[in-house]
Nanobody
Framework: VQLQASGGGLVQTGASLRLSCTVS????????VGWFRQAPGKEREFVAG????????RYADSVKGRFTISRDNAKNTVYLQMNSLKPEDTAVYYC??????????????????WGQGTLVTVSS
């Protein structure tokens, strides 16, 4: 499956951005999708994920209440709405797909297909 992430940019603290991840190549509803991020010099970390049906989501503690993940199965797209952005949210954001997992895995090794990443920079 191929994933294309988009929507990153440079914003100020407190601003909002919406990232999109468009999936192609396989049946979209067979895959749970997660967003991960990696800041310079830091390890890749789980941000949010959503199961195949969209009926369950999972978030990292650092983004709970600020970020919302959703999916539109008719458009083969997963969204990450990011509000109240902070400088510590600065990173390259990646979307990734997993199949056959129970719930939303937070370990990136469970994800088999990855998008190319989109850069989010939050200035203070």
């Amino acid at each position: 499956v191929q994933l294309q992430a988009s929507g990153g940019g440079l914003v100020q603290t407190g601003a909002s951005l919406r990232l999109s991840c468009t999936v192609s190549g396989r049946t979209f509803t067979n895959f749970a999708v997660g967003w991960f991020r990696q800041a310079p010099g830091k390890e890749r970390e789980f941000v949010a994920g959503i199961i195949e049906s969209g009926g369950s989501t999972r978030y990292a503690d650092s983004v709970k209440g600020r970020f919302t993940i959703s999916r539109d199965n008719a458009k083969n797209t997963v969204y990450l709405q990011m509000n109240s952005l902070k400088p510590e949210d600065t990173a390259v954001y990646y979307c990734a797909a997993t199949r056959g997992s129970i719930g939303v895995p937070i370990n990136f090794t469970y994800y088999t297909d990855w998008g190319q990443g989109t850069l989010v920079t939050v200035s203070s």
